[in-house]
């Protein structure tokens, strides 16, 4: 009888405990319900009618912006052939070819990049087309809901796609995304990259679509607004300028985007495609859409302070990813050698002086002060402008301590001498 309970023991297999991020279902399935909410809502909330007041917080009722639609058969044209255009874009201009990291099946996939290549070329045709007057880019400030509205629709769409794509065939699956809750692993990603063909469809819509989509809402703010006015404004001008750096500066550097968290971890699901495809474009745009509609007349100490913010938070965001890539790729590189570092038992380094003896993730401060810059042109009045450089804050701390428990699995106790050593996580002697 002990025999056979003994051996009853041994055939029970403990079944793996599956670990849930953002709150599990539940949270998944209130963001993918409150993302589309928020978009719509920073429109309701502060358009050329009404906006959020900080000292009348009550007072403002959301409401449709006089003039705009929420759908509209000619947006989704514009939209779907805004992705069908840098989808061929991207397809047919050559770029540089670049393996990512080992998978879990010992693979390495290969990149095709070329976003500053697609970025050039659009600006070209953008810039010949407004000149000529063939291209009213400010056409998009009257259909910016209707654009919304479209983008939303694809980029749930795909979201289908790509879950029940994960299904098919032999598919490398994401650690996260394959918990068997279909909520979830709808949100966060089955499948860890998925393509077609050659064409990797994560990288892409991370890189083209969106980033070079918000720069055109942007540009056609700042149309508007001179068609209107007959002048753009120093506070426009400043943060189209501000934010075009921020774009070309990913495109410049788009091969780091391998080694990011996005690309090695994360599947592609609901959360980096509604990422990419709306909330980047048609959230980030948010401050030149206000200035537009609300112009601001800014003294010059501010605007000098303003921009003083932006060179610093650019400093700090570029210098310090710029030495990790450096370290990375060659830890004797003359520009590197002098960091100290802490070896770990997996082989690898972990840099604890530069830029990185700082804060664990010092880029965020630097990506955060440069949000701030973003933010500052629209005055103090409204709240509703400063969504951004709020939710940014909260989502780089989130950020962090997703990649400070990945790394405590990763490096194990290596990963508590490298926190004793470097004991700020974002700020220096704040957090």
Known sequence: MAATRSKTKAQVVEKPTVHYEFGGPVGALGIIVSLPAVCYGLVFFCNADVCIRLNNLTATLPALPAGMVLFSWQACAVYLGWMAYTTLLHLLLPGIRKEGILLPDNTRLTYKLNGMRCFVVTMCLVGAGVYSGNLDLGWVHANFLALLTAAIIFSNTLSVCLYAGSFVGNKTLAKGGDSGNWVYDFFIGRELNPRIGGFDLKVFCELVPGLIGWLLLDLGFAQRQFQTTGAVSPAMGLVCAFQALYVVDALWFETAILTTMDVTTDGFGFMLAFG???????????????????????????????????????????????????????????????????????????????????????????????????????????IVPYFYVIYFGILLVHRDLRDGEACKEKYGKDWDKYTALVPYRLIPYVY
């Open 276 to 382: 990419d495809l709306v909330w980047v474009p048609f959230t980030y745009s948010l401050q030149a859409r206000y200035i537009l509609e609300h112009p601001k007349e800014l003294e010059g100490w501010f605007l000098a302070l303003i921009l003083a913010i932006k060179v610093a938070g650019y400093v700090v965001f570029r210098g310090s990813n710029l030495e990790k890539n450096w370290f990375r790729n060659n830890p004797d590189d003359p520009r590197v050698k002098h960091l100290r570092y802490l070896p770990t038992e997996r082989g690898t380094r972990l840099i604890v002086s530069g830029w990185w003896g700082v804060a664990r993730h010092v880029n965020y401060l630097g990506d955060w002060l440069m949000a701030w810059a973003w933010c500052l042109p629209c005055g103090v009045d409204d």
